[in-house]
């Protein structure tokens, strides 16, 4: 013990004689150099490997000391530490003033990918998301494990209506309410039940029972659905979200909430959806176009369209019902394709002439498998038009809380085509969640791609600890102006849970980084900025 207490010692003297020499020699400026990158100064970078030479050997002492010393020896050893003015990065924030969490948390947010107001809008109430239907929503994400495809489709369509039957009276018919419940009992164990729990206690402090949370979000609700999100917004201090919303001309602020487009009903031809009906008549068209080729020209004046309308972005979400794999087409393929993927219906003997009013007949698998060439040829051509108008294009990756989709399908590597084609490289790609399960395949192809962005939405509020370990390693890897912080939350309270939790794992990452000589506290303030909004900034051009 003596002897490593007066090696720790040599080891201290070491550091303040450089620390002196170099407070001689550059005076007043010496603690703008000490704990920041070594620059040009050969003083400043003579000190920098002299102190990480002594901090090696601390190091070795440290690892010696906790197998092998008491406690009592470990007491002794942590006040010399404190002492010592050296090392460690969680004692001696000098020469580690890592970026803290009271640094981070106050650096503002752009939300690259969220639905703010996609519940409130299906259920056609501003005040829908109750603290009754938050706790549904995770009561039905638990049960889809439960149900088939069939059942919860059906379940969800129960959730968003106004019918009288609530979801565990959809339970009770279907015979599977005590499972149902159970699983989200078993759910509270998880990170994301525990931090949106933690975000209530914070948003609504004195409400110690449902009744009163109940109580609470009824009064928080009744400002509006604009204010209601805007004032959970500033208190998380999100500057501005890309929201998937059609109806962003009814009461939003436009500075704050900008709109994101989905192209998936124009390629699968779904003419029943209400973005598809709405969209054609904001463009004052009557009818869908019911030839191939007039059809095509109406998707190039549809981006026209969406540009005009300032769209920040347009996402693909294919990978909920096929594969995100868009093969090359030729016209004619995806002209037959076109013209079988729809059959007409017959009235009187007379065959029908508009396709709004042709029958879609996608009830088997190979039903399914006959509009594949057209949505292949649509969407390569909708992305290419992207690219050409500056226009990011988002792809839902990885798991997903909706039934029918298949983890096959959303694989990121199931983009590489699409990323790695000549025509296309004008576009810039976003990939979704990280590609979560397939974080790394996502990692790895947005750094070989310079076209291709990481976006880390979902693990906001999924993850804890388990999304610094994400970053730390991401950061490590990829560079960092690739990197776009989001939440996709569906409602307010979820945005304050990705927002906080988001921020502390990144500043835990970026610590670990600091700490471990791989970047300096100056770089890491840099990244938090370039990731929390600076990057976002420049993809979009705000």
Known sequence: MLKDNYLLNTVSEIISSSQAFLKNSLGDHSDDFLGKDEGDNPLVRLHSHLHEHCREIFDHLSDQKEKNG???DQTVWEALIENANLVAPHV??????????????????IDNHAHAGFFENRMNSPEGMTYRKIVDFFEIITAFSLLNPKEGKELWEIYHSE??????????????????????????????????????????????????????????????????????FDKANITTCLCLRPDLDTGWDKQRFKRVVELDPFMSLNFKDDFFKSTLNAMEIDSPPTKFDDYIDFLDEMIDYFVGEEALAVKIHSAYVRPIFFQKRTVEEAKKSFEETYRPQKSSGKQKKSLEEVEQYSKTEKDRLKQHPFQDFVARRLIELCGENDLPVHFHTGSGFLPGLELKNSSPLNLENIIGDPKLRKTKMVILHAGYPFFRESVNLSKMWSNVYLDISGLTFMFNFSLANFLTETIEFLPANKILFGTDAVFPELFHTAAQNGRKQLSIALENLVNANTLSSQRARKIAESILSGNAKRLYGL
Request: charged letters at 35%.
């Open 70 to 72: 008491s406690k009592e």
């Open 92 to 109: 001696n924030k000098r020469y580690y003033s890592c970026l803290g969490m009271n640094e981070i948390k106050h650096m503002p947010i």
């Open 163 to 232: 019918k009288k039957e609530d979801v565990e009276e959809y339970f009770e018919r279907k015979g599977i309410k005590d499972e149902c419940l159970d699983a989200l009992e078993n759910f509270k164990s998880t990170s994301m039940w525990n931090m949106l729990a933690g975000s209530f206690k914070d948003l609504y402090p004195g409400a110690l029972t449902e009744q009163d949370m109940e109580i609470k979000i009824e009064e928080q609700r009744e400002m509006g659905l604009n204010a209601s999100y805007s004032q959970i």
